[in-house]
Each structure stands twice: as structure tokens, then as C-alpha cells.
């Protein structure tokens, strides 16, 4: 697992001057732990339950990707963290396959709706399934941090490597946004059996 990609659209990239988020410690509790027996709806109208997911799995959860037409809240990126979701996207996009051939499935998680993760997974041409989590069922049975912008509940930025159901590794905070997909690589290189 060496050959990373990176977005190749300069407006994919992050800006040099974006906040760092600082670890809370929200996500200590994580490792190890077994995935809730939640239901979450996929962008393709498929209700996929992450307790029964086999095998090794990335879930990246982030907190929402923007939409043509649709203001993103004020202020958004000045706050720690929020920026930086449609790169981080579309970096997993570019090693789909490096992670495919691995034997790993990826899943993107936010509290959008089914409706906003439809398109931004076609616009963006995403190989993989985005979940909803609307209804915070997911990030509720996990307890995992959450801020609100703008009236919105949204997951803070993170990513959990399972396998077998099983959280083998968080990383959170996550930063730069576009790199995670290199760090979950790099472990999944000196930790997959």
C-alpha cells in the first residue's frame, strides 16, 4: 500500500491557513470497542448495518461536504476541523482501488441527509458508499463528539479502521483533512494480517 493519489483539482485542496483541530480527547474511548448494531441508509438507497460489516473497513466521518447552489454556515472556516470535507472525499476516491486490492471497503459517514450524500456522490464520481446519519443513531451509540454550526448537528472529523466489526484504530483529530487517506494506509501496511 505505498502508491497514495492525491485529488488532482487545485480547488480539492485545503487552504494553507485552515485552523488545527486539537485533540479533546472525545475518541479515547473507541479502540476496541465492537460497532453499534445501527442501521445507517446509503446514498444508493441501501441500508447497510455496520455491526455486520466483515473483513477490514475505514469509516471516515466528516462533518458535511457543500452543495452547489447552497451557502455552507458562516463562519465555517474558522472553525476547527469543519473545513475540508469534499478533498478529504475525494482523496479516498483516488485510492479506492489501492484499498480495494488490499481488501478493505471504505465508508464515509455525516449527519447529511440521503437526499445531499446522492449528490455529492455523483457529482463527485464516489466508488463508494456515503452513509446518513440524520438521525444520529450512529454517532449517538458511539458517543462520538459533535458541534453545531448554523442550526446543525454535525460529527467531528474522524476515522475508524475496523475489522470484523471490531475498532482497531481512531484517528482524531484528523488534519490535514486530504491526507487521512495517507495515514490510514501507512497503519493498515503494519497492521493488516
Not at 9 to 19: A, C, G, K, M, Q
Not at 40 to 58: H, M, P, Q, T, Y
Not at 73 to 95: D, F, H, K, L, M
Request: with cysteine.
Amino acid at each position: 500500500m505505498q502508491n497514495v493519489k492525491s485529488p488532482p483539482d487545485v480547488i480539492f485542496s485545503i487552504p494553507e491557513d485552515l485552523p488545527i483541530p486539537s485533540n479533546d480527547g472525545a475518541c479515547d474511548h473507541l479502540e476496541n470497542m465492537l460497532m453499534p448494531n445501527v442501521s445507517l441508509w446509503s446514498a444508493d438507497g441501501k441500508e447497510i448495518n455496520l455491526s455486520r460489516l466483515s473483513g477490514w473497513n475505514v469509516i471516515f466521518c466528516y462533518p458535511m461536504t457543500g452543495r452547489p447552489g447552497i451557502s455552507i454556515p458562516e463562519g465555517w472556516v474558522q472553525i476547527p476541523g469543519a473545513a475540508g470535507c469534499t478533498p478529504q472525499v475525494c482523496s479516498y476516491r483516488e485510492n479506492h482501488s489501492e484499498l480495494k486490492r488490499n481488501g478493505v471497503n471504505i465508508y464515509g459517514i455525516s449527519t447529511q441527509t440521503s437526499e445531499a450524500q446522492k449528490e455529492a456522490s455523483n457529482r463527485l464520481g464516489l466508488p463508494y458508499p456515503l452513509l446518513s446519519d440524520a438521525g444520529h443513531a450512529f454517532s449517538s451509540a458511539l458517543k462520538l463528539p459533535l458541534f453545531e454550526v448554523g442550526g446543525l448537528k454535525l460529527i467531528k472529523r474522524l476515522t475508524l479502521i475496523l475489522n470484523n466489526g471490531e475498532i482497531k484504530k481512531c484517528f482524531y483529530p484528523v488534519f490535514p483533512p486530504d491526507k487521512n487517506v495517507v495515514d490510514v494506509l501507512a497503519w493498515l501496511s503494519e497492521n493488516q494480517a
